[in-house]
């Protein structure tokens, strides 16, 4: 049985915008914030940690963060972290839960982060160690493929999961990083990791690459998965990592959900005014079917 209520984690103010090549004022990025609350979400993703020369885009994040929180303390702001550096920092700008990502794939984390899989393992354990209040996130990334090595096995999957819970992180998201998952092989990862953790809830970030992520939500949700990441307008996508394209546009999986009948908090129409802000201040072209048939402006 589906559930009636499903979690959606808005990503657009980090991973929509972190591959846009010319810096977006932070005013603006803060202004998108303000039409992203508005719509209702609770939990939104605002920014990342980095280092600015990786990342240009999330140069201003201390002040993204400090500003977001102060201004709507009833939404829960979460950034990515790569390292205990970017922990300190995100901690210190008052957001209290991260999200830090290790690829499945040792080619990948390389690319993405610089160290091998259990070098960054090492480093979330100090992080674990060193802020016990803070809520950690593991993200998996490249759980359903990789650009350089393929196909990734779910007994690679399941031995990372073992190690994040011994570590003690909170809550672990599977990430479609390329955008190549498909339905039956969604079904049958989540089928495998479902039945090693039967007590356990786990979380999705789905690209949609090839035009499949609606479809794989749809695999996901009947098993039993109630908790989504995604991107207003369709933004996005991991500068190390060939051939990504955006995420899942929130307004399409919102529409969808609704759709079925099941509940987001997310007022439709008003996220409608956060997608036609975008398209006026940030990027012009979008990829989310209903911000492109519902433009407003």
């Not at 899989?117 to 802020?131: C, P, Q, V």
């Not at 350089?148 to 819970?165: K, P, Y």
């Amino acid at each position: 049985m589906l559930s009636k209520k499903i979690n959606i984690i808005e990503v657009c103010p980090r991973d929509g915008l972190q591959n846009i090549e010319k810096f977006i004022h932070t005013e603006t990025k803060l202004e998108l914030v303000k039409y992203l609350v508005e719509a209702g979400f609770k939990k939104m993703q605002v920014t990342s940690f980095v280092n600015p020369k990786a990342v240009p885009q999330m140069k201003d994040a201390r002040e993204v963060a400090v500003k977001a929180v102060e201004n709507y303390p009833d939404v829960m702001f979460t950034a990515l972290v790569p390292n205990l550096f970017g922990a300190k920092a995100a901690y210190e700008s008052d957001i209290r839960e991260i999200s830090y990502v290790i690829s499945a794939s040792e080619a990948h984390n390389k690319e993405n982060v610089r160290r091998s899989i259990n070098e960054s393992f090492e480093e979330l354990s100090k992080i674990r160690d060193k802020y016990e209040d803070l809520i950690i996130k593991l993200d998996i990334a490249t759980a359903f493929g990789c650009p350089f090595l393929g196909e990734v096995s779910v007994n690679q999957i399941i031995r990372m999961i073992d190690t994040a819970f011994n570590i003690g992180v909170d809550d672990i998201f599977l990430a479609d990083t390329i955008g190549v998952a498909n339905p039956k092989q969604v079904g049958q990862v989540l089928t495998s990791i479902k039945s090693e953790y039967p007590d356990k809830d786990f979380g999705l970030h789905l690209h949609d690459t090839k035009g499949m992520g609606l479809a794989n939500v749809v695999v996901a949700l009947e098993k039993g998965i109630t908790t989504f990441e995604s991107a207003a307008g369709g933004l996005g996508g991991c500068p190390f990592a060939p051939g990504a394209a955006g995420n899942i546009a929130s307004e399409d999986l919102i529409n969808m959900i609704e759709q079925m009948n099941m509940l987001t908090g997310v007022n439709l129409n008003k996220l409608l005014n956060a997608t036609d802000f975008i398209r006026t201040n940030i990027k012009e072209n979008l990829t989310g079917h209903l911000a492109n048939i519902c433009k407003k402006n």
